[in-house]
């Protein structure tokens, strides 16, 4: 009978696979992503009403009260939506936009027109004099107005309120006037169907407090559509704004990404079709500015990417990352990096060190990419890019520290001495505090998971080639934050229903970096026992 394998090899064997795992976990996944996924047609290219707001170049901003559209940008803006759109919705007055009835008009477009109203009185009576204005310009180009967008949603006004808006409004102009918000909102508030010629709501089951996955979302539209006009019998219905991100933080089973878009607006195109309801799509362009209000997502609801290019087509296959090769080559330099890291120095020379370099340098490289992308996405300022790099330096540096003492573990060699314990700490303190802003503030927040992955694994499998009689007391520092980390992270499971698995893989990162400390504690204890003059 052969020998039982020992403990070393045992723990040898784990991390082999471990790493075999991560190096393919990551060609994978950018394997993955480039592979074009088949998704039913649209009807047609062409849709009937897009929300458009020109706010899209760096810097730009409605928030900026000195932000301004010119008319040459809005005509350009018009010319080209009007090949795909039949109409364009408007959300405010001002900053160029009171221009875009007469300049859509030009192109044959309609224009739903936005008055925004907030809790600033002055700001809503100028708002209205610009809207009236506008619209007793161009009677013609108006297809409604809207006054005020989600401020129910906001809470910024109440039912009264908004209602005496809309009736100073209404005695002004000749066109159909309506008020704008969540679905739901106007279930809660059904008095204000009497001040408005018809009833707009949104519709977003991304949004949803509980979200719906683009598969099914089409048939949530349907089914809140009939209960809005149960609720109210007779009077015509508008949805004012549906649409899918394509880039950001998942919602519990919801995916924002291209193909997700892609889906849910080729399947309500076709349901629009036989629906008796018009509706508005959100919307035309990515808007940057809008991640400030809520995080990565909300800057990429638009058809078309900031720079007016569609991001998919409405027939035929589609891929979420073209360059989906970039992973690979980042995969490939990292192992090179590593190589080259892992040969100065170097008291070994056996083929499973070097074959261990390449594969963390592999998953490392891939992980790395895959942070850049969501940074590509989410950065959107030079601070933001500054601390984002610096975080991915730090993560490159520790993980090619970690891979030289594993490199040599796993070459047959005791490295000379280890890494420092406050590196750790410093890993611990980033995590936690990332973790607490996951939990308490996480709504639009992304998971930065290809930056904690090279500390969180690499300081894993350190631990795991590590003798017992190598043990050391963790600083109590790392023993606090250590025992917090698994907890923080499974809330955040717990908060986005047991069903997205970033929150999983989140919690594993998390108990990947905190189970080494734990468990050395308790090892060190043990040898404290048996040996007390170690104290």
């Known amino acids: 009978m052969p020998p039982e394998p020992s403990p070393t090899h045992r723990r040898h064997g784990l991390t082999w696979l471990l790493l075999l795992l991560a190096a393919a976990a990551g060609?994978?996944?950018?394997?993955?992503?480039?592979?074009?996924?088949?998704?039913?047609?649209?009807?047609?290219?062409?849709?009937?009403?897009?929300?458009?707001?020109?706010?899209?170049?760096?810097?730009?901003?409605p928030l900026d009260p000195k932000a301004f559209i010119s008319p040459e940008r809005v005509d350009a803006d018009m010319r080209m939506l009007s090949q795909r759109f039949d109409c364009v919705r408007t959300y405010s007055q001002g900053q160029g936009l009171s221009a875009v009835p007469e300049i859509a008009a030009r192109h044959g477009m309609k224009v739903l027109m936005g008055i925004w109203l907030s809790r600033n009185p002055t700001?809503?009576?100028?708002?209205?004099?610009?809207?009236?204005?506008?619209?007793?310009?161009?009677?013609?180009?108006?297809?409604?107005?809207?006054?005020?967008?989600?401020?129910?949603?906001?809470?910024?006004?109440?039912?009264?309120?908004?209602?005496?808006?809309?009736?100073?409004?209404?005695?002004?102009?000749?066109?159909?006037?309506?008020?704008?918000?969540?679905?739901?909102?106007?279930?809660?508030?059904?008095?204000?169907?009497?001040?408005?010629?018809?009833?707009?709501?949104?519709?977003?089951?991304?949004?949803?407090?509980?979200?719906?996955?683009?598969?099914?979302?089409?048939?949530?539209?349907?089914?809140?559509?009939?209960?809005?006009?149960?609720?109210?019998?007779?009077?015509?219905?508008?949805?004012?704004?549906?649409?899918?991100?394509?880039?950001?933080?998942?919602?519990?089973?919801?995916?924002?990404?291209?193909?997700?878009?892609?889906?849910?607006?080729?399947?309500?195109?076709?349901?629009?079709t036989t629906a008796r309801m018009p509706y508005n799509v959100f919307a035309a362009f990515d808007q940057p500015w809008q991640r400030v209000l809520e995080g990565t997502v909300g800057g990429y609801w638009g058809i078309f990417d900031v720079n007016a290019k569609p991001k998919f087509p409405m027939q035929g296959p589609v891929t979420e990352e073209p360059h989906w090769a970039y992973g690979w080559l980042a995969g490939a330099v990292g192992a090179i990096v590593f190589l080259l890291a892992g040969s100065w120095r170097r008291r070994?020379?056996?083929?499973?060190?070097?074959?261990?370099?390449?594969?963390?340098?592999?998953?490392?490289?891939?992980?790395?990419?895959?942070?850049?992308?969501?940074?590509?996405?989410a950065c959107s300022n030079t601070v933001e890019w500054a601390l984002s790099i610096a975080a991915c330096v730090a993560?490159?540096?520790?993980?090619?520290?970690?891979?030289?003492?594993?490199?040599?573990?796993?070459?047959?060699?005791?490295?000379?001495?280890?890494?420092?314990?406050?590196?750790?700490?410093?890993?611990?303190?980033?995590?936690t505090y990332f973790d607490l802003l996951q939990v308490f503030d996480g709504r639009y927040r992304d998971f930065p998971l290809g930056l904690f992955a090279l500390p969180c694994i690499g300081y894993a499998l350190m631990a795991l080639l590590s003798d017992r009689h190598e043990a050391r007391m963790p600083m109590v520092e790392e023993r606090f934050l250590a025992a917090c980390l698994p907890i923080l992270a499974a809330v955040v499971v717990l908060q986005e229903a047991g069903v997205m698995p970033v929150a999983w893989l989140w919690l594993l990162l998390n108990s990947a970096i905190a189970a080494p400390v734990l468990v050395g504690w308790r090892q060190a204890r043990q040898q404290l026992r048996l040996n007390p003059q170690q104290a």
């Open 27 to 61: 060609a994978w996944w950018w394997w993955s992503i480039g592979r074009p996924v088949e998704l039913p047609d649209a009807p047609s290219s062409r849709i009937a009403c897009v929300s458009y707001g020109p706010f899209r170049r760096a810097g730009e901003s």
């Open 395 to 431: 993560a490159l540096a520790t993980a090619l520290q970690l891979a030289r003492w594993i490199a040599a573990r796993l070459a047959g060699f005791t490295p000379p001495m280890r890494p420092s314990a406050w590196l750790r700490f410093g890993w611990l303190f980033l995590l």
């Open 123 to 272: 700001l809503n009576d100028e708002q209205i004099r610009l809207g009236i204005a506008a619209a007793k310009a161009n009677p013609q180009a108006i297809r409604g107005i809207i006054v005020g967008n989600e401020v129910l949603l906001r809470g910024e006004l109440s039912s009264a309120q908004i209602a005496g808006y809309l009736r100073e409004v209404k005695a002004a102009v000749s066109v159909p006037v309506t008020y704008a918000d969540v679905w739901e909102f106007w279930l809660r508030h059904p008095e204000l169907a009497s001040s408005v010629d018809y009833i707009t709501i949104h519709i977003l089951p991304y949004w949803e407090d509980k979200p719906v996955p683009s598969p099914l979302a089409v048939q949530h539209v349907e089914e809140v559509s009939a209960r809005v006009e149960r609720a109210f019998p007779g009077r015509q219905i508008m949805i004012g704004e549906t649409g899918w991100p394509s880039e950001g933080r998942p919602r519990q089973g919801v995916q924002a990404s291209v193909v997700d878009e892609a889906r849910y607006l080729r399947e309500f195109m076709r349901y629009a």
């Open 348 to 377: 070994w020379n056996r083929k499973r060190g070097w074959l261990a370099l390449m594969l963390l340098g592999s998953a490392s490289g891939c992980a790395l990419a895959w942070q850049a992308r969501q940074m590509w996405f």
